[in-house]
């Protein structure tokens, strides 16, 4: 990465479980290939935005549950699959977490990744939660960042995000010259919108309850105005429309009701054009929007592709083809730049990060009035890219480092390791500081960084963790292994078979230099109480098994990362742990697989996450893999059913099992879902206290790396494929 520093931060954050606001010193993200590092030279306050934000931080639990009623679907499905207390503790991990505020800022380019089309010193202005946030560096992909002109101010470049949404909101409503429109809500990005539709060559009609946003609105260029508390709303509009009403109405206020999509149908002219920016339910009145036949369209944000973005190619899907966070943004600097549009009268207030508290505090309580509030930037960051935190005392003999951090990590992986004392978390790297530090804190590392290198690099740390996406996972395996580190690695090993032989190779040198470190794969389901129940049922078996697997694996969108080259997609990332569980059954490796796929008439459900998986093991055995997407996610998600001697074993979702033999049935229950992830982590940490050899053979895991891309050969076509471990130098 060129012009790399090793640097740290100031942060607004503010914890979500107690909703106090903090300045914290956490480590810069990490620069993506795509992306640059931005030293902060100032950001915007969205007033509206953030206040919500901040308001729903400071509720009790309750509250919050009350404020998102769209998520207890979520938490109840969670309930349903995985049981009430592992549920419950998922949620209040989450709840204790920092969050990040802000998202528009501008400064100057740091740091820039390997394909940045950016150079360091350039000006420029970035949007996006989390990526530009209220903090003094900032690291943003390309797609949410552009160079700003010489003639545009630090200050006016920091709007780029609320201009990027009045913007985006103006273009869908296609207006033409010499039309009427009406926006209702004059707040900043009200303010915004009134400037650009004049650069239309229309004329305005602003609608707000505060007087002093309806004169600034006039000075702005706004032509007519009213206050729907005083004057008579429907009586001016028709004067201003001659009584046909305004052609486009954009809505860019924020409220808990749906009056002003009410008050949007009564005013707009037949086939009119509604456009709403502001959140609030969405409940349309049938009346005039059937009887007018009113278009009706809500803006995405800062424009299309915010929640698309193709890094291989960059090419949007035909459908986000116009209006792209990018274009938004230049076209708005452009409209500052020539002078078109002024956010200077926006400004109400200045304050330095250090004086975050009385900032959030003037938009909380509203005692002045405000509207651009603007953060300034002064002074260096220290040169370092990591932060120590209190963690626990080095009394333990096991130094444990973790490289990832996601909500797995932080769900099944973490809380394990906290409890042990044996254990020493000494470091935690993640790709965003505050993420980082959220875990150092919750958890008890003793420092936190986004520099990787220092994990491995550790002399305390003799064990490595690495849960981050699937395309990294081989890169620090090999690093791990390289630095003499005993690495736990969540599945799957790696993408494919140019990683696998590079993992192979260093392995085996290492062997032939008789270093005995450990390679764990996250196969954890072998270890549940069911499974070794079962393998002890099974145990004095004299004749191959039958083993039917049947996984409601749920829907995931194309665009989720597990399709892209970051996931490696579904059979690579998690049909390695059904082939894991067969192999580990039959005590036995994979030698044919064959496959059939479900071409869905819906294109965008790829035929891996519909596929029927045929196997057959060395010993005879033969195993079937159901893994499909188009079930009902309420109903249990595995189920696994195994035959031979005489005897049949059930393992429904981990929370029940049945053993039935010689006409007699063993059931097993759990309260929660128990799929073997604590006894995984205990049993590992305790082979490698205890020097034992790994708890999954090194040939066991090559051979289920080998499988899973074997079936997506098979699945490519659709024929049998033999599986030859001798390639890979496995003969048992």
């Known amino acids: 990465m060129a012009g790399e520093n090793k640097l740290q931060m100031k942060q607004i954050v503010q914890n979500y479980k107690t909703g106090k606001l903090n300045i914290e010193e956490v480590p810069p993200a990490v620069v993506k290939r795509n992306g640059v590092q931005i030293k902060t030279r100032n950001s915007l306050i969205s007033a509206g935005t953030e206040r919500t934000k901040v308001e729903t931080a400071q509720m009790n639990i309750i509250e919050k549950a009350v404020s998102r009623l769209d998520l207890m679907k979520t938490v109840l499905n969670n309930i349903k699959q995985e049981g009430i207390i592992f549920t419950f503790k998922k949620a209040f991990n989450k709840l204790d977490s920092f969050m990040s505020l802000g998202y528009s800022c501008s400064g100057e380019v740091i740091a820039i990744g390997e394909d940045s089309e950016f150079k360091v010193g350039d000006r420029v202005a970035c949007v996006g939660e989390n990526y530009a946030a209220h903090s003094e560096i900032n690291s943003a992909p390309r797609d949410f960042v552009i160079n700003i002109p010489e003639n545009v101010s630090y200050q006016d470049a920091s709007f780029v995000g609320l201009g990027a949404i009045a913007l985006n909101a103006v273009k869908l409503a296609q207006l033409r010259q010499g039309e009427l429109v009406a926006v209702i809500g004059l707040g900043l990005i009200g303010q915004i919108i009134i400037q650009i539709i004049k650069t239309e060559g229309c004329r305005v009609f602003g609608i707000d309850i505060d007087n002093d946003k309806l004169i600034l609105g006039s000075r702005l260029g706004m032509d007519s105005k009213a206050n729907p508390l005083s004057d008579d709303i429907y009586g001016q509009i028709s004067d201003f429309t001659s009584g046909e009403g305004v052609d486009a109405v954009i809505v860019s206020a924020a409220s808990n009701n749906n009056l002003p999509i009410e008050m949007a149908g009564k005013i707009a002219r037949n086939k009119g054009r509604v456009i709403l920016v502001g959140a609030m339910p969405i409940i349309i009145p049938r009346k005039d929007y059937y009887e007018k036949e009113l278009y009706f369209t809500i803006s995405c944000g800062f424009g299309s592709g915010l929640y698309y973005q193709d890094n291989v190619n960059r090419a949007y899907p035909y459908n986000y083809k116009s209006h792209s966070v990018k274009e938004n943004m230049r076209d708005f600097i452009s409209f500052i730049a020539r002078k078109k549009v002024d956010v200077t009268p926006l400004v109400t207030h200045r304050f330095h990060l250090r004086e975050a508290a009385d900032a959030y505090e003037l938009i909380r309580t509203r005692k002045e009035k405000h509207l651009g509030i603007i953060f300034d930037y002064n002074g260096n960051p220290s040169r370092e890219k990591n932060v120590d935190v209190a963690g626990k005392k080095d009394n333990s003999m096991l130094g444990l480092g973790f490289i990832g951090g996601g909500s797995f990590a932080q769900g099944y992986i973490l809380p394990v390791l906290k409890k042990m004392k044996e254990v020493n978390l000494v470091g935690i790297s993640t790709a965003t500081g505050i993420n980082a530090k959220n875990i150092a804190r919750k958890f008890g590392f003793r420092y936190c960084t986004t520099e990787y290198n220092r994990i491995l690099n550790d002399k305390k740390i003799n064990c490595v963790f690495i849960a981050t996406r699937h395309d990294l996972h081989a890169k620090f395996v090999i690093e791990a292994l390289k630095k003499g580190k005993n690495v736990f690695v ?240 496995i003969h048992g």
């Not at 790696?494 to 085996?508: D, F, G, P, T």
């Not at 059954?585 to 064959?594: A, G, L």
Request: proline share 3%; glycine share 6%; charged share 25%.
């Open 490 to 729: 969540e599945k799957p090993l790696c993408l494919n078979e140019r990683e696998l032989k590079e993992i192979v190779s260093v392995y085996q040198l290492l062997r032939t230099k008789h270093q005995t470190l450990n390679l764990m794969v996250g196969f954890n389901r072998r270890f549940s109480p069911f499974v070794k129940e079962i393998k002890t049922f099974f145990r004095n078996r004299t004749a191959p098994l039958i083993i039917s697997y049947r996984v409601n694996a749920g829907y995931l969108p194309a665009r989720h990362w597990v399709h892209t080259s970051e996931g490696g997609g579904r059979i690579i990332g998690e049909v390695c742990h059904f082939v894991d569980l067969l192999t580990y059954f039959t005590e036995s490796f994979p030698v044919k697989v064959s496959v059939s796929g479900l071409k869905h008439p819906d294109k965008s459900i790829p035929q891996e996450d519909n596929v029927i998986i045929n196997l057959e093991f060395r010993d005879g055995s033969l195993g079937s893999i159901n893994y499909n997407a188009i079930g009902d996610i309420s109903f249990p998600r595995e189920r696994v059913e195994i035959f031979g001697n005489s005897s049949v074993a059930i393992i429904d979702n981990f929370k029940t099992a049945s053993l039935s033999r010689n006409r007699q049935t063993k059931v097993l229950r759990k309260l929660d879902r128990d799929m073997g992830h604590r006894d995984e982590i205990e049993t590992f940490v305790k082979a490698l206290l205890t020097e034992k050899r790994s708890l999954i053979s090194f040939n066991e895991i090559v051979s289920t790396t080998v499988t899973t891309f074997k079936i997506q050969e098979a699945l490519k076509s659709r024929g049998e494929i033999a599986i030859n471990m001798k390639e890979w130098g």
